[in-house]
């Protein structure tokens, strides 16, 4: 469109240049042989054509008019005309630009909203399930449109633009404007920009975080899971060895005071799970270890008792890592929730700040 407004202002400029040069060109005839050749001065002379028939030519020299600066001056104008619309549709095309751009971090922006909300809802459901009472690990839900990679594309340079543009006054109250005046403009432009910039780089790091986070929770818990494993496969043993030890003495071990209340315990925690071995560790840490640790502790002076006291005060110690993880992993979560509801609350201000609209 640029390239062919500039051509035809262009042709026409020619054009004009040429009609007026051929209008002032006097005809040329070639000279004849018996032509008449005169110098004409400033006043007109006869030349006599016909003695006969008394005939004759006056010759005058047309009076010269001055220059013909419109011929000189129109293509000029038009040169810097054309220069002028140039760069006017250069200047709309940029500002177009700009605004789309600048729309398109709104839109983003905005988008975030529902993923937000449904992420909230997610962890809080996942926060929920980390229960020290029912042992289950799990599976938590991260939203892949709060990664911010989407933001990553877009141009930062056009969003300060695009800042400048929805905040600046109307250019009849800006056009007096002090130097320091335009400063305090562009640093509130910049101090927004900044606020955005901030506000995506805490989602994508929250994010990041929960994958983080629960990586760790998995890894700890596993951990531990599998040292209480090892440390019950070792109680079940010393166990059977303690029973023993007192059979052999010829001791009803569900008789005995010493032995009656662990054969009970061990007999409605234990022994229901000994095919599945789905043992949920603080059920047995609350019903099963401390009750039986607490009794071993009356017959601490009897060596039958120490290998067994030693492998269930493992397995509480790797129960009590359990623990801490599932803590800590919660803690975490209300972190990460508390960080989501800022982000949710101030993200109308953000917007509003980028468009220059007051809450």
Known sequence: MKKYLLFLLAYSTVICAQSKDTAQKAVYTPLKIDTLKTTISTKPISVPLDLQKNTQIILAKEESTGTDWAKYALPILTLF?????????????????????????????????????????????????????????????????????????????ELIKYIEIKNAKPLHK????????????????VSISNYTHGHVAIMEHQHNLISEKFKSYL??????????????????????????????????????????????????????????????????RDNFFIPSITHLSNYRFEEKTLPLAKSITACLNDIAGIKIEVEYMTKNTNIILERYSELLTSLPEVINDIIGEKA
């Open 219 to 284: 890894s700890g818990t596993s951990g531990y899971v599998q040292a209480f494993n090892n440390h019950l496969q070792e109680f079940l043993r010393e166990y059977g060895m303690y029973n023993l030890n007192y059979e052999k003495e010829g001791v009803n071990i569900f008789e005995d005071e010493r032995t009656a209340l662990l054969s009970t315990l061990y007999t409605a925690q234990i022994v229901p799970h000994i095919e599945d071995g789905a043992y949920n560790p603080f059920n047995l």
């Open 174 to 189: 800006r056009i007096f404007d002090s130097k320091e005046e335009k400063e305090k403009a562009y640093k509130k432009v």
């Open 81 to 157: 005309l054309g220069i002028g619309i140039n760069r006017l549709i250069d200047w709309v095309n940029k500002r177009s630009t700009t605004i789309r751009n600048g729309e398109r971090w709104v839109v983003e922006l905005r988008s975030t909203e529902v993923p937000l909300s449904q992420q909230m809802t997610d962890l809080t459901e996942f926060r929920d399930r980390l229960s020290l009472t029912e042992f289950v690990i799990p599976q938590i839900k991260a939203m892949t449109n709060l990664n911010g990679d989407v933001f990553k594309s877009l141009d930062k340079n």
